[in-house]
């Protein structure tokens, strides 16, 4: 383990975490609310301490890592970013625990989204937007980001982008994985310039606008007020909003394949349509369960069972109603889409579409199979094979993803929650999707979870967002051992 | 520079390493999964998994956007279909091709302009077997690199403690011997290259490599402590391809061979090509084979069977019996480290050998070739000077060269300048260095950015 090397990325990553501060920094000068000094000590702590490590462990040579290093750099990398992300809320003091910062500030860096801030308008709007900030920068990867921006790394970016993508196939775009990881970025930038312009239309003023694509494309969920997206009252925000909580669903790179022209590999992705369809039997079967039970006309219906559909299946988590009170049909339905998310390579969260449909694809083989035993089959997608490793992988993340559900949410019944707030708080931090049912339901918050519960809870949401290996992998004693 | 290479094989990786590292988008192609997901996770390059032959694979590598094509699969038949395909699709693309028929080689016509359009055709077997056959000429020497048209070569060797230069510092050692001019351009000590001045002590069991005029040479091994009587007598252990045609280079130059092969059908075809030579059909592992044949009077053994630890085995087996010096043809890297601390005289590496003449070929601007020394950590550079370069018209010791570089020797018209720190390097001047390859991005620069300005 080159320990040196790891401190020196860190130190880096640290620093340009620091840096980002300035954003939050500048709309705090703009409101002048009282959070200018607790944003730019943040920022000045952050700052120094990834000085210190930057420069104590400059090595001489190019770094090399081993996937083992990138692992370890990854996880420890949005350790910090959830430990210094958490400064302006204690500083400043809107969460003067650390626990509720920590909480706070994880559930925006993995594009969670649950809060424990029970009153959101009360707090001032430069730390408002650092947690929608944190949010979008979580939301590719900011790792990734680094990746990008410091060019610090040359084969080792590799083990670090394979550590974080979220996506069971890690291929490149480009030869280079710098270049990779700025063509990611660069795409996701162009689409939230594009939400942010369409807010803008819609009413929304420069500053809700800008935070509100944060979350959006970060597939997040944090909003500016208590009440969510309900608070516009706007059916073309919820319209723009849905639009773009289903953009940010779909893998970047076939987004990248738009952008330079080859629509033909957007449209016949299997993923892709499969999300779409998912997508659509949801909407369909609880517009119609709405329609018997809470609104009256189908327009209502519509709108808001695609928006509430379409927010949970991304894992943004945003609300325009309280679905707690929706009749049990819908409720079972957006709690099993909490564990289908996003597609691969997505900025949405829990065990992506990609893998499921393996799953399904794999389990019919068997089928298939038990029908024909002299049959040689094997799992395609699109044209390619899927070979046995890479299916073994996926099973083994569903059952590990499964496992850890269902420890979590034991350990949460026995800190005294009730089943169905125990089960969904644990579904909605494993999976970013943000809030759940009764306890942590969408008129709710976090806030009342025990402390344990909110440590139990982070840790869900990290290894939620980092795919389960990369953290699991730092648990195993193995990966110590010389 | 998009450089597409096709096969994933050991000179596939390597060409793509090296490539990469200097600053080149570099996409594989390959078949085999497990192949690319090595490649994937140690270097920085694009995997693709497919057939290197097949237009579709081709086109998503994106071809046509592509500088270079390196086809080093296993088959000649996919890698002239590749270049094919990269003649049709991308016109501009410089081509490069490993051909290991020995009839298609002969005729080099069908791969010029008017016909499949390669750049570039090695075989590795004749690269490395011309090696071995430079070993022969000048015995004594574990490698030699040809520069200047063969005007100029470095030779690399490792010292004994019989060396007097052993213990010395390198200005005494020019004292020592003036009749003639070298240069000790690198020295490898424990597998890491230093870069050599006046002041470094030489110390035994040192890698050294030397540029001197080919005339030279001799004398030089031979101050430096080597034996340089001329071969006579040698012995080659397995009758492939290889041995083939290393048997009919040594014929030529009149030297008694004896061609130990295990198959009988292989010796048939050995004593159908070779008339000199005496064909044993038999174990070149087999002491009493060896010993029946008079293997102590011989003074090299050549190994080059495919079983590369039976090459290595049948090497120390003949030295352990009297053979003066020993080859073994080795393809792994890992082992030629290995090979020099055993008592093993040369290797013989025929993939080493197709990298480096891929890398004499690709070398930007006016370098007239590079050739990789030592596992690839140094690199020697041959090129002439142009008057816009930053090198040119001043004194060495005025020029700011990266650290690691040392400029070898000075060819102008006739004369070899060994330089020294007074010496100027003038325009059309024909330059050797030696450098890391760390380095050689910025070597690159300072003799080509200026290039295009010229032009």
New interface residues.
């Given amino acids: 383990m080159k320990v040196k090397s790891i401190l020196y990325i860190l130190g880096a990553f640290l620093f340009f975490l620091g840096l980002a501060m300035i954003f939050p920094l500048a709309w705090a000068l703009y409101y002048g609310e009282g959070d200018l000094k607790a944003l730019a000590l943040s920022m000045l702590i952050t700052m120094v301490c990834g000085g210190i490590l930057y420069f104590s462990f400059k090595p001489d040579e190019?770094i090399t890592l081993s996937?083992k290093e990138g692992f370890l750099i990854v996880a420890t990398g949005w350790f910090f970013a959830g430990f210094f992300g958490a400064l302006p809320y204690v500083i400043h003091g809107v969460l003067p625990s650390f626990t509720d910062a920590f909480f706070e500030s994880i559930s925006g860096f993995t594009t969670t989204g649950a809060t424990v801030i029970t009153y959101i308008e009360g707090i001032p709007h430069g730390i408002l937007f650092w947690r929608s900030l944190t949010q979008w920068l979580g939301g590719m990867g900011i790792i990734i980001l680094s990746i990008a921006i410091l060019p610090l790394l040359?084969?080792g970016?590799?083990q670090l982008y394979k550590a974080e993508l979220p996506s069971p196939v890690?291929d490149?775009l480009?030869?280079?994985?710098t270049?990779t990881a700025r063509t990611l970025w660069i795409v996701y930038f162009i689409i939230s310039t594009v939400e942010f312009i369409l807010l803008l239309f819609g009413g929304m003023d420069v500053f809700n606008a800008l935070c509100h694509t944060f979350t959006t494309m970060a597939t997040g969920g944090f909003s500016t007020s208590d009440a969510s997206i309900a608070h516009f009252h706007s059916t073309y925000i919820d319209a723009v909003i849905t639009l773009f909580m289903m953009i940010a669903g779909i893998n970047f790179t076939l987004h990248y394949s738009v952008l330079v022209g080859n629509f033909k590999s957007f449209y016949k992705n299997s993923e892709l349509r499969f999300y779409l369809g998912i997508t659509l039997i949801a909407i369909i079967i609880v517009t119609l369960n709405l329609r018997s039970h809470i609104f009256e006309d189908v327009g209502s219906c519509l709108r808001y069972a695609s928006f509430q559909v379409v927010s949970i299946l991304t894992t943004t988590g945003f609300t325009t109603d309280n679905f707690d009170q929706w009749p049990a049909l819908s409720k079972t339905i957006l709690l099993l889409l909490m564990f289908i998310g996003g597609s691969a390579g997505s900025t949405g969260g829990s065990i992506k579409c990609l893998r499921i449909l393996l799953i399904l694809k794999h389990s019919y083989m068997e089928l298939y199979r038990l029908v024909h035993p002299h049959a040689v089959t094997a799992v395609k997608l699109g044209k390619k094979i899927v070979?046995p490793e890479t299916m073994a992988s996926i099973w083994g993340f569903f059952i590990l993803y499964l496992a850890m559900t269902v420890a979590a949410s034991i350990i949460m019944t026995a800190l005294g929650l009730d089943m169905m707030t125990a089960f969904s708080s644990v579904a909605a931090t494993i999976g970013n999707v943000g809030p759940g049912f009764g306890g942590v339901g969408a008129a709710s918050t976090y806030s009342e979870i025990p402390i344990l519960g909110k440590w139990v809870l982070s840790f869900c949401m990290l290894a939620g967002r980092l795919e389960i290996y990369t953290v699991m992998i730092l648990l195993i004693p193995e990966f110590w051992k010389k | 520079m998009r450089v597409i290479v096709i096969g994933a094989g050991e000179v596939g990786f390597n060409i793509a390493d090296i490539l990469s590292k200097e600053g080149n988008d570099v996409i594989i192609i390959d078949k085999n999964e497990e192949r690319l997901k090595d490649v994937a996770e140690n270097l920085d390059v694009q995997t693709i998994q497919g057939s290197g032959s097949s237009p579709e694979i081709l086109k998503t590598a994106k071809l046509d956007q592509s500088d270079m094509v390196v086809a080093v699969t296993d088959s000649d038949e996919t890698n002239i279909v590749a270049c094919l395909l990269a003649s049709v699709q991308s016109k501009g693309a410089l081509k490069i091709a490993r051909i290991r028929n020995r009839d298609l080689n002969k005729d080099s016509t069908i791969f010029d302009k008017n016909h499949l359009s390669i750049d570039l055709c090695i075989n590795p077997e004749r690269e490395s077997v011309n090696n071995v056959m430079n070993l022969i000429e000048y015995p004594g020497a574990s490698e030699i690199i040809d520069f200047a048209g063969g005007r100029i070569k470095l030779a690399g060797f490792h010292l004994n403690s019989v060396c007097m230069a052993v213990g010395k510092k390198l200005q005494d050692i020019k004292e020592m011997c003036k009749e003639h001019d070298f240069l000790i351009a690198s020295i490898i000590r424990n597998n890491e290259p230093i870069v050599p001045s006046g002041k470094t002590t030489i110390e035994e069991n040192d890698y050294l490599f030397v540029l001197a005029e080919s005339e030279n040479v001799l004398d030089i091994l031979k101050f430096f402590g080597k034996d340089v009587a001329p071969v006579q007598r040698v012995f080659i252990v397995g009758g492939g391809k290889t041995a083939l045609l290393l048997s009919e280079e040594l014929e030529k130059k009149g030297i008694v061979l004896k061609i130990i092969e295990k198959k009988q059908n292989k010796c048939e075809i050995l004593a159908s090509h070779l008339n000199k030579s005496v064909i044993l059909h038999g174990d070149g592992t087999s002491q009493d084979l060896l010993k029946e044949e008079n293997i102590q009077d011989a003074d090299y053994l050549i190994a080059v069977t495919n079983d590369e630890e039976a090459n290595i085995l049948a090497a120390l087996l003949a030295k352990q019996l009297g053979a003066k010096k020993t080859i073994s043809l080795i393809n792994r890297v890992d082992y030629s480290h290995l090979v020099s601390s055993i008592g093993i005289d040369g290797v013989m590496n025929p993939r080493h050998a197709t990298i480096g003449k891929i890398l004499h070929f690709i070398r930007k601007g006016k370098v007239i070739s590079a050739t990789p020394l030592h596992d690839e950590k140094a690199e020697a550079v041959e090129f002439i000077a142009l008057e816009t370069s930053e090198i040119t018209n001043k004194p060495l010791k005025d020029i700011k060269l990266p650290r690691g570089t040392i400029i070898g020797a000075i060819i102008r018209e006739d004369n070899i300048i060994i330089p020294g720190g007074d010496s100027i390097i003038k325009p059309s001047d024909l330059v050797i260095l030696v450098t890391l390859r760390s380095a050689i991005p910025k070597i690159e620069k300072i003799l080509t950015v200026k290039l295009d300005y010229f032009e």
């Fill in positions: 190019n996937h040359g084969v970016g590799m890690k490149k480009t030869p280079r994985v270049e070979y």
